[in-house]
């Protein structure tokens, strides 16, 4: 639905004022598809290269995550901009404004909620929905966690009511996607904005590893960080490019009887703390599991170990660094 010809006397002012305010974004301020809102403050800004994340694009359920109810997975240049908004405007209003001007500037929305009615969450029968706009943010901060602002979790900026509106374009250079978070609170209302730019990732930044490279590794320094394992986004699913790399593994343990390793799970340091071990050794877990089912390594052989995001080789502040964390280790026994 589109709203340009029923909103146009509230927005035509304002959405002027988006589409002028974004040319300023390449110097470290708005976004130049977006924009901001009239009498709006910039007070967060986050850009990652590339990196992953989890978008809403239907009515959330009690889960998140890869097929989850309401949520999809988007890889590109992410953009995160927080702004306070001026007061005497409505969440409405603003929604309103935002999507006029991303509509005139080619985007199309794919979905837009409202806490105070119960649309961004699922309806489920003889279940009342969720109005509350805190469980709203919980979903939004968790995945992936948002970092804070003024010190404190984005959550307890959601207080009477939020709003949320999703936008897609498509051209030739790729896809473009704006998630517009708006919140309600006595401490004032704020927009939450990510942008999602799909391209391709630089690769081959991190080379293969074969048999002999691993079995010069652990000669050398008695351990081997392999990046050719990969598994599905915050979860322990092995995905199938990761065959090549598990070949070299069971070849260098095939060619020497007597090498025993351990295997050691390693991931950035986004989320938390718990989440992250858990998931680390749920994946080194799997690659033992791989290793023996699919290729009859003697399971004695190996020793799984979930590191999180303990054990960092790189900084964890650029996507760069984050790549080179996220990793299976394997340790000389």
Not at 156 to 168: C, D, E, I, Q, S
Not at 260 to 276: E, I, Y
Request: charged share 25%.
């Amino acid at each position: 639905m589109t709203f340009r010809s029923v909103a146009a006397g509230i927005v035509f002012i304002t959405a002027l004022v988006l589409a002028a305010a974004g040319a300023r974004a390449e110097g470290g301020g708005d976004h130049p598809l977006v924009g901001r809102y009239e009498g709006s403050e910039l007070v967060g800004r986050q850009v990652s290269d590339f990196d992953e994340v989890e978008l809403m694009n239907g009515p959330i359920g009690f889960t998140r995550g890869v097929g989850a109810p309401g949520w999809m997975h988007v890889e590109g240049r992410i953009t995160l901009l927080y702004y306070r908004l001026p007061q005497g405007r409505s969440s409405l209003e603003v929604l309103r404004n935002y999507q006029a001007s991303l509509e005139a500037n080619g985007f199309v929305t794919a979905f837009t909620c409202a806490t105070s009615n119960g649309s961004c969450y699922e309806n489920r029968p003889g279940r009342l929905p969720n109005t509350a706009p805190y469980d709203f943010a919980l979903a939004l901060d968790a995945n992936p966690e948002l970092p804070r602002l003024d010190g404190d979790y984005i959550r307890n900026y959601f207080g009477t009511n939020a709003r949320y509106l999703l936008a897609r374009r498509a051209d030739g250079r790729g896809t473009t996607w704006v998630s517009l978070s708006l919140a309600e609170h006595a401490r004032g209302n704020h927009a939450f904005i990510r942008v999602v730019e799909t391209k391709t990732m630089d690769a081959g930044k991190i080379g293969f590893i074969d048999a002999d490279a691993m079995r010069s590794g652990l000669a050398e320094g008695g351990r081997v960080s392999l990046y050719g394992i990969q598994f599905d986004f915050d979860r322990d699913t092995l995905r199938a490019d990761s065959k090549p790399t598990l070949d070299e593994i069971a070849r260098l343990l095939r060619n020497d009887a007597g090498l025993r390793l351990g295997v050691v799970g390693h991931t950035d340091a986004k989320g938390s703390a718990d989440h992250n071990r858990d998931l680390s050794r749920r994946r080194a877990a799997n690659v033992v599991r791989a290793l023996v089912a699919d290729y009859g390594i003697d399971a004695s052989r190996l020793a799984p170990r979930g590191a999180g995001a303990d054990e960092p080789v790189a900084p964890n502040d650029s996507e760069e660094g984050r790549a080179r964390n996220r990793r299976v280790e394997l340790v000389r026994r």
